[in-house]
């Protein structure tokens, strides 16, 4: 699944456009490298997102199509927010 579109349906960014914009900004970073938003993500990687000075980090568990608003938290697991 698209980087955009897994950031939208887990509810880590509001937003499918935002997070097109997020990733046109090099604002997220996928296992460390700065990620577009057609990178295809998958279980284990690690997605860092950085809007202003607020930094969220968290490990891919699942990729879905769809997710309900309780079953997006078991997408995956937030490692830390500064």
Do not use: F, Q
Not at 22 to 31: E, I
Not at 61 to 76: D, G, P
């Amino acid at each position: 699944m698209r980087l955009d579109k897994y950031l939208k349906v887990s509810r880590l960014v509001k937003r499918r456009t935002v997070a097109n914009e997020l990733c046109d900004a090099k604002h997220v970073d996928v296992n460390g490298k700065v990620a577009r938003a057609s990178l295809e993500v998958t279980p284990g990687d690690v997605i860092e997102i950085t809007i202003g000075a607020r930094k969220t980090r968290a490990k891919v568990l699942t990729v879905a199509e769809y997710a309900t608003k309780e079953t997006a938290e078991t997408m995956y697991e937030l490692l830390g927010e500064k």
